[in-house]
């Protein structure tokens, strides 16, 4: 593909009403974005980082739960197996949400199939899902996808960078690992849409709890595959059924 073709394409894509709207459903959970980015930000540098390998960091790996539970592993000096392992187990809900978004993309090239998984979050699928809930090809999808994309990224990297910048310069007591709590616990609650999944989640909480004692964070790393196992279980042991919403 040209320039000029890139181009003209992403200009029509930006004009598409669906564009506007994946951008417009976004904007209300931008602010937790932003704090959990600026907090990810301030720790990649409190942990030990350079300026330069925390923008960096920040830039291409692009999962802050991730960063987030690295981040101690590094300033230890934990073994690279066990930073790497702790990384890959708290991604591994991108290979459902990948596995999720396939019928919607499969049809793409492959290089832009690439980029969307980039920019691939878990309140763009959230969003998504909610907008698109039949998993079959339209032409609105990417629009929709791009336009949250546009509010999304920018609502992380910006408070991100600052963060990085200005870490020598925020105060303990602001209280910036609590605001990134809170928006975790915003994350967490709206990919939870079923009894499977609330279990699945207490399972992991009290996992991670009782596993609390462990070196190096191990207990994310406990947490997770108690979660995976409990999440079979159900499914093998009970059908799936909605959260009905209490009045």
């Known amino acids: 593909m040209s320039f000029q073709t890139f181009i003209g394409e992403a200009r029509a894509m ?19 974005i932003a704090a959990w ?13 350079s300026i330069w390998l925390a923008l960096l960091m920040t830039l291409v790996v692009f999962a802050g739960s991730s960063q ?13 197996w066990v930073i790497w392992a702790t990384a890959f187990c708290v991604n591994l809900r991108f290979i459902i949400f990948s596995a999720q978004w396939r019928p919607y993309f499969a049809h793409l090239p492959r290089a832009r199939r690439l980029l ?8 763009n699928f959230v969003a998504f899902t909610h ?3 039949e998993a079959r090809p339209d032409p609105a999808q990417e629009p929709y996808y791009w336009g949250g994309v546009v509010t999304n990224w920018p ?29 975790l616990l915003g994350l967490c609650y709206s990919l939870l849409k079923d009894r499977n999944g609330w279990i699945a989640a ?16 191990l207990n994310i790393v406990v947490a997770i595959a108690a979660a995976v196992a409990a999440g079979l279980m159900m499914e093998k042991l009970l059908p799936d059924a909605p959260v009905e919403a209490k009045a």
């Open 14 to 32: 930006a004009r598409h009403r669906e564009f506007k709207r994946g951008s417009r459903e976004m904007v209300g959970v931008s602010l937790g």
């Open 37 to 49: 980015g600026l907090v990810t930000g301030v720790a990649m540098v409190k942990s030990g980082l």
């Open 68 to 80: 987030l539970a690295s981040l101690p592993l590094i300033a230890a000096g934990a073994p690279l």
């Open 116 to 123: 969307i998984g980039y920019f691939a979050a878990d309140l």
């Open 131 to 133: 907008r698109f809930p």
């Open 155 to 183: 609502a992380w990297q910006i408070p991100a960078v600052l963060g990085i910048l200005l870490a020598d310069r925020v105060p303990a007591q602001w209280g910036l690992g609590f605001a990134g709590v809170l928006a």
């Open 202 to 217: 207490g399972v992991a909480g009290c996992a991670a709890i009782a596993a609390y004692a462990l070196p190096l964070r």
